[in-house]
């Protein structure tokens, strides 16, 4: 993985070695958008989309305040994937982002 990396870091991954994947990040995030829904790209089976990071109006105890908030999008092959166990996923993908130590001390 670390070489994979590298190599796509700096240019150097061939065409082949980039397809017939089974899961992809689509980091739309980086242009700017608030939020898309990307399409999965048969032979995978999911995608999962990082938007862009935006100050937003929440409520927070009983104040509005100004967070930080992200969106993140899954598009999953249900002849697959489980809906139940997608939504799983992606709801612990969101607390990993939330608290990132969870991924150091497996909590």
């Not at 908030?69 to 997608?86: F, I, K, P, Q, T």
Request: net charge neutral; glycine share 4%; hydrophobic share 45%.
């Amino acid at each position: 993985m670390a070489d994979i990396a590298i190599r796509a870091q700096t240019n150097n991954l061939a065409l082949e070695e980039m397809i017939r994947g089974t899961f992809s990040i689509n980091n739309s995030g980086a242009y700017g958008a608030l939020l898309s829904m990307p399409i999965i790209n048969i032979p995978q089976s999911a995608i999962m989309a990082i938007h862009s990071i935006q100050n937003r109006a929440v409520i927070a105890n009983d104040k509005m305040e100004a967070r930080p908030m992200m969106y993140l999008s899954l598009s999953y092959d249900h002849r697959l994937v489980d809906g139940r166990e997608a939504v799983y996923f992606l709801r612990n993908v969101k607390e990993l982002i939330e608290d990132p130590r969870k991924m150091l001390i497996d909590i």
